[in-house]
């Protein structure tokens, strides 16, 4: 079974009682590698889909993705429909949203406060 059929049946036995299943390990205990994909953010090709064997964290740092040639660092680890961090983008719309709050209020007391 692969990384991506065992994350799916993980996730429907999580389902079945209730919860999600935490105690799935997307890494290979030897290794340390990820066993997920790796997926280009820029294109969405999937690395491992062309026959490729060697682990992507071995390859060197200036590898490119074969369809948009895209740098290494531009991939990102894909596990069932999760790419990158399982928390989505919550934590940059919130973090986004607070530092739009402390600029606009900046502003505010900057027109307030006269200039001399």
Do not use: H
């Not at 935490?22 to 953010?41: R, S």
């Not at 071995?58 to 990158?84: D, E, H, M």
């Amino acid at each position: 079974m692969d990384s991506e059929a065992a994350w799916e049946a993980a996730q429907r036995k999580a389902a079945e009682t209730g919860g999600i299943a935490v105690d799935f390990n997307p890494y290979d205990p030897e290794t340390g590698y990820w066993l997920g994909e790796w997926i280009c953010a820029d294109c969405g090709y999937i690395y491992g889909s062309r026959g490729e064997t060697q682990p992507f964290e071995t390859l060197g740092r200036w590898y490119k993705c074969p369809q948009c040639a895209g740098p290494r660092r531009r991939f990102a680890k894909k596990l069932g429909n999760k790419v990158g961090g399982a928390s989505g983008d919550n934590a940059i719309l919130i973090s986004t949203l607070i530092g739009l709050a402390a600029i606009i209020g900046a502003f505010i007391f900057g027109l307030q406060i006269s200039a001399f």
